[in-house]
């Protein structure tokens, strides 16, 4: 059995088809996941490629040929879908929901132990005089006891020296 010249054209012409049509498919399965409107990129993939075949077959012009045109829109479709899926998105979405909830509930617990720099808020140690990041000043020495008070006490908590006091009688 020769194969005519005829045959392998139909074969050719069968083989586009079923290409034009898997890819169609997939086109519209993939922008199901992917979009918001899941009707109108897979129906103007479908219109757009199915289209000038269905005009040629109602004038019986028999061109299959255009059907190779929704390899290139399955390449343009490629190019414009979206990186991610609806469910790749939302799941991206909470994920960072979930961490920056986690660093607030962190600085929130920082803040209330009182281990926090007030100005770059990096943590620090209870007896630092200075923030080792910003050089703020967070505490001072007690002249009369030498233990470390926080620079907005007036009193030292320890020997009930008055600080301020000092300061006048020293001016």
């Known amino acids: 059995m020769s194969i005519t010249s005829d045959m392998l054209i139909r ?9 034009a049509i898997i890819l ?6 993939d922008s199901f996941r992917r979009y918001q409107n899941k009707w109108i990129l897979p129906t103007i993939v479908f219109v757009v490629t199915f289209g000038p075949f269905l005009i040629q077959s109602f004038f019986q012009s028999g061109n299959i040929k255009w059907l190779l045109i929704s390899i290139f829109f399955w390449i343009v479709y490629l190019i414009i879908r979206p990186e991610f899926t609806l469910e790749e998105t939302v799941s991206m979405e909470t994920d960072q929901r ?3 909830l ?3 509930y962190y600085e929130f617990e920082l803040s209330k132990a009182g281990n926090i720099c007030p100005v ?3 943590p620090i140690e209870k007896d630092f005089k200075i923030c ?3 050089f703020t000043k967070l505490r001072s ?3 009369h006891c030498k233990h470390l008070m926080d620079i907005n006490w007036s009193v030292c908590p320890y020997c009930e020296h008055k600080e301020r ?7």
């Open 11 to 19: 074969y050719l012409d069968f083989v586009i088809v079923a290409v």
């Open 24 to 29: 169609t498919l997939w086109i519209a399965f």
């Open 98 to 100: 979930i961490r920056e």
């Open 102 to 104: 986690t660093k607030k």
């Open 120 to 122: 770059c808020g990096l």
């Open 132 to 134: 080792p990041n910003c």
């Open 141 to 143: 020495e007690c002249p």
């Open 165 to 171: 006091d000092s300061k006048k009688h020293e001016d």
